[in-house]
């Protein structure tokens, strides 16, 4: 095979290449990432508990956590303050005036330990350590009346905790999926 | 000053010309000119000499050219209300003043906010965007890589989707329609649609949701399905012919046509692709629906068809009987606007209104209708129905689907009742005055 010929076949498997990876030709500018820096940096914690990272924390210390970093915006033991009511509800949420609350109306108890990491507090989000996220989680679930006073929390037994409220939610525009 | 109002009412419409109770005329009307004629009435004499007519900014040079303009100081007041939460600056909504501008789309500057916590800072140089979760080639862009992608445009609006929330209070607030309405706003948004993208990443065949995480100190994550990811999601970086602004996402900020706002995730760093939902607090604790019998909506993604007027709205006053126009905004986040009707009593007859092109899907479009105002109290009112079919519910009717705590996607007829004395106020017209002693359950200092 001579060289002419050589180089039409490269250039045809470059274009077929092309056609093939880009679709309707749409050009590529991206870069490719190694699949472990990826999964480094996800922050996202699912419903079944993948995501959720090595640790555990105690109601105790989340109690402690609680009463430097969040107590200003939630109120003492969740109730009050401007950032919404966290603990205390005893009203039925089929109730004329509902309560809506981590207890009554969360449906998962992961969601908790994501939104804390990411979100929490205000001031500093990202400033807790994950043991310090399990805490605060365990703690706001105990005034919630889910976990025991001494109860520790980490992935296995956050991810297997049944909030009472899991069934409550019917999925209106939600692409059909396996229950997570 | 002269009174326009009272010129036109001396030339009265002709009965044919009234299409629905309480001086509601074919939206025609001006087209065929019947009305038009008036406006002879206002012609100034011409001035004896050119000089004595002169206005005395004819008289000496204007202001020199600036980079950047910015609206008359006159129009000083024309802005968005703030409102946020106690020692969390960061943490509000501003309000879209739409009674104060017209046609249909938002300026920059006056496009709804609702920020979690804060604008961030954002160098266009240092961001990045990356595409991983179940895909078989991880991707990751910056601005200067996108900038180089062909590119779509798409107007449509973004609306919040507690947008209208104060509907659910058992009285009606009285506040100005912006103030009630304006978490919704319109922009032409230039991007790089998102689903050549995806395919480049080569999504696995098990992926249903995109989920979109912000580049805020919320670090915002929304899960997006797979379907409406790949049918219209635009990664926009440019509004209504200029970038961003940091306010609605600089450098990059998603679009997804017609759904919830909370979904067109800001200052977007990376989309996952996953067999699963987050469940992130804000498609659970919030933006979900409490139903009366205990259950709640989640993932109501689509925002419903609605309208209102806008001109004249509360806290507006009609100086005297006579003509007005009435034009307000409709949108539907299922496709078009086909048509809207409004009614100056009440709902108890309605005239069609006439539609400003273009009629563009998950758009705001602008409608107008003449009204020859009595004197009389009145009762205006809009009702929108989209392509799909879908009308605008009556507040009674919606109240007695969703009860009192659906909190979001609130969509109702909007009532502006036009007193005697030509002030406007807010008023609920077909559900019945409330006396119960239960506050509403709103807290002043909660967006979501």
Not at chain 2, 362 to 376: D, E, K, N, V
Request: hydrophobic share 40%; aromatic share 8%.
């Amino acid at each position: 095979m001579g060289l002419e010929m050589k180089l039409k076949i490269f250039i045809s498997f470059i274009i077929f290449s092309f056609d093939c990876s880009a679709g309707e030709a749409f050009p590529e500018f991206g870069q490719p990432l190694e699949p472990a820096a990826v999964d480094a940096e996800t922050s996202v914690v699912f419903a079944g508990g993948e995501g959720l990272p090595a640790g555990r924390g105690r109601v105790t210390d989340g109690a402690r956590i609680y009463a430097a970093r969040c107590i200003a915006c939630h109120g003492v033991e969740g109730r009050g303050g401007p950032g919404g009511e966290l603990a205390g509800g005893r009203r039925d949420l089929r109730a004329e005036q509902p309560d809506q609350t981590i207890g009554t109306y969360w449906p998962y108890a992961t969601t908790l330990f994501d939104f804390i990491r990411r979100a929490m507090p205000m001031d500093a989000p990202w400033s807790l350590s994950d043991d310090e996220v399990y805490a605060v989680s365990a703690y706001l679930l105990h005034l919630n009346g889910l976990v025991a006073a001494d109860a520790t929390l980490d992935a296995a037994t956050l991810a297997a905790l049944r909030m009472p409220n899991a069934d409550g939610f019917d999925r209106v525009e939600a692409p059909p999926v396996s229950d997570p | 000053m002269k009174d326009k109002s009272n010129v036109i009412s001396s030339n009265k419409p002709t009965s044919d010309e009234q299409v629905a109770g309480n001086g509601l005329l074919d939206r025609r009307v001006f087209l065929r000119g019947t009305l038009g004629g008036a406006a002879l009435a206002f012609a100034a004499p011409l001035a004896a000499a050119p000089r004595d007519a002169l206005f005395p900014t004819q008289r000496v040079p204007g202001r020199p050219f600036e980079n950047y303009g910015l609206p008359s100081p006159h129009e000083r007041g024309v802005v968005r209300w703030v409102a946020a939460t106690d020692g969390v600056p960061g943490n509000g909504i501003s309000w879209t003043p739409l009674e104060q501008l017209d046609g249909a789309l938002t300026p920059n500057g006056l496009h709804f906010e609702r920020h979690h916590n804060g604008i961030p800072d954002i160098d266009p140089a240092l961001h990045r965007l990356r595409i991983a979760g179940t895909v078989a080639r991880p991707l990751e862009f910056d601005i200067e890589a996108l900038l180089r992608y062909p590119r779509v445009s798409r107007q449509c609006f973004v609306e919040c989707g507690g947008n209208s929330n104060a509907g659910w209070r058992r009285r009606p607030v009285q506040t100005t329609a912006g103030n009630f309405h304006g978490l919704v706003s319109a922009s032409e948004w230039t991007g790089v649609p998102l689903a050549p993208l995806l395919d480049q990443a080569g999504v696995d065949a098990t992926a249903r949701w995109v989920i979109a995480e912000g580049a805020d100190a919320f670090s915002l994550t929304m899960s997006i399905p797979l379907s409406k990811a790949r049918d219209d999601c635009l990664l926009a970086l440019f509004q209504n012919g200029e970038r961003i602004r940091p306010a609605q996402g600089y450098p990059l900020r998603l679009v997804v046509p017609g759904w919830e706002g909370v979904l067109n995730v800001k200052w977007l760093k990376n989309l996952y692709l996953s067999e699963q939902p987050a469940m992130a607090r804000n498609e659970t604790a919030r933006y979900t629906e409490l139903m009366p019998d205990g259950r709640a909506r989640q993932f109501t993604f689509t925002m419903g068809p609605k309208s209102l007027i806008t001109r004249p709205s509360a806290q507006m006053r009609l100086p005297a009987p006579g003509f007005y126009e009435i034009s307000g905004l409709a949108w539907s986040g299922h496709g078009r606007v086909r048509r809207v009707e409004v009614s100056a009593d009440g709902g108890e007859s309605w005239a069609e209104a006439a539609l400003a092109e273009p009629v563009l899907p998950a758009a705001l479009t602008r409608f107008r209708a003449p009204w020859q105002w009595s004197g009389q109290p009145a009762v205006l009112q809009s009702r929108v129905t989209d392509e799909t079919g879908r009308v605008q519910p009556s507040r009674a009717a919606l109240l007695a689907e969703r009860g009192r705590h659906g909190y979001y996607h609130y969509n109702a007829i909007v009532s502006w009742a036009v007193a005697a004395d030509g002030y406007v106020t807010h008023a609920y017209v077909d559900t019945p005055l409330e006396t119960t002693p239960l506050e509403d359950l709103f807290m002043d200092d909660e967006w979501d």
